[in-house]
């Protein structure tokens, strides 16, 4: 049988984590092959880690071989293959970007030193804690011995409200929707693009008929789901969460269904004149356990508008983390 892949979950006692440790042990992640869960938490979450662990136990899944428990990344990275960095530090009354950023930075910059000293030679990394982009280039920066197109941001989840509200449009199930992505910062200024896409196999701008909704309406509904999901719930989006983390890793591991795309964040290359180094999200497929950017889409002048805002988002929020001297001027 197939030797077990070990999954590092790091705010294991949260609401994401409470959701997403129970759907990778079922198998909906990585489909048929044993898993060992360590789950990382700050001390004074153990003990609920704990219980959660037991819970987990309980579910008797047959594939589920281990749950640890830790509070030390070092220990908690051990030989990993999947991180999956949940816990962050989430923005409190009166903090600003830069005090967000600086916070989060004393977290993802120790963790990404962790991944890079103790993981496993093929770990992957998906960023969730938010802000998660700018999260993921200060892991990134702080592994520098691991190559830089391993650590990701989840965008997967805005991609999946995208599809969610295109559905509901046009009447048909999420599985009709093909070839649509977002573009850039997991914020509000990123960017649906379903100029490319097909609802059924016809193009979404013929099968909606309804320009102003999709540049309008849509596009706000998109981007502030978040927002309308915390004012309805009274807590932020975490099953949903949790469901988009296991599609982006499920997609990176096992690969992009044949002629679909999807969105993830990765490191740019330059694609699409997103700057080096900005963990933006795009269109991706991913073949042999690689993300590929999709290229060559050509852009309407709205999307490049748009584009254009998202990266200086990611810009300025980059500029604030290499003043804090979390990742390089360079990069
Ligand atoms: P939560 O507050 O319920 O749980 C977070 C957990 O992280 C807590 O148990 C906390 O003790 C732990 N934690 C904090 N610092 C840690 C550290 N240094 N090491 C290990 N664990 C640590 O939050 P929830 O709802 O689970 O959300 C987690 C994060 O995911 C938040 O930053 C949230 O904004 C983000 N998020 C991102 C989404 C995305 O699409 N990228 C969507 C929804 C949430």
Redesign the pocket.
């Known amino acids: 049988s197939t030797s077990p892949v070990r999954i590092t979950v790091?705010?294991?006692?949260?609401?994401?984590?409470y959701s997403l440790l129970f759907r990778i042990a079922s198998g909906s992640m990585l489909g048929d092959t044993p898993v060992e869960l360590r789950l990382?938490?700050?001390p004074?979450?153990v003990k609920?880690a704990e219980g959660t662990a037991m819970e987990l136990a309980d579910g008797a899944f047959p594939l589920l071989r281990s749950v640890d428990v830790f509070d030390d990344?070092d220990a908690a990275f051990d030989g990993t293959s999947i991180a999956l960095l949940?816990?962050?530090?989430?923005r409190r009354d009166g903090m600003d970007r830069a005090d967000l950023l600086e916070a989060n930075g004393g977290?993802f910059a120790p963790?990404g030193r962790a991944i890079g000293e103790h993981a496993a030679d093929d770990v992957r990394v998906l960023v969730?804690?938010?802000p998660?982009n700018t999260n993921a280039a200060i892991a990134r920066a702080a592994a520098p011995d691991v190559p830089g197109e391993r650590f990701t941001?989840?965008?997967r989840?805005?991609h999946n409200r995208a599809i969610a509200q295109l559905a509901a449009k046009a009447g048909v199930g999420a599985g009709e929707v093909s070839r649509i992505h977002v573009w850039g910062n997991?914020s509000n200024t990123q960017v649906p693009d379903v100029d490319h896409g097909t609802i059924g196999g016809v193009p979404i701008r013929e099968r909606i008929a309804d320009d102003a909704w999709i540049d309008g309406e849509f596009t706000t509904t998109v981007a502030t789901r978040?927002a309308a999901v915390i004012a309805a719930r009274g807590?932020?989006?975490?099953a949903s969460?949790a469901s988009?983390a296991v599609d982006h890793v499920r997609d990176w591991v096992l690969g992009t269904p044949e002629g679909d795309w999807t969105t993830a964040a990765l490191p740019s290359e330059g694609h699409y004149g997103i700057p080096e180094g900005l963990v933006a999200g795009v269109p991706v497929i991913s073949r042999g356990g690689r993300w590929e950017v999709v290229q060559g889409l050509e852009l309407s002048e709205l999307t490049r508008t748009r584009l254009a805002a998202t990266v200086a988002d990611l810009e300025a929020e980059r500029d604030s983390v290499v003043r804090l001297g979390f990742v390089p001027s360079t990069s």
């Open positions: 790091t705010g294991a006692a949260g609401n994401i984590g990382l938490e700050i004074q979450a609920a990344a949940v816990g962050s530090m989430p977290i963790q969730v804690g938010n998660a941001a989840m965008m989840l805005d997991h978040g807590a932020s989006s975490a969460a988009a």
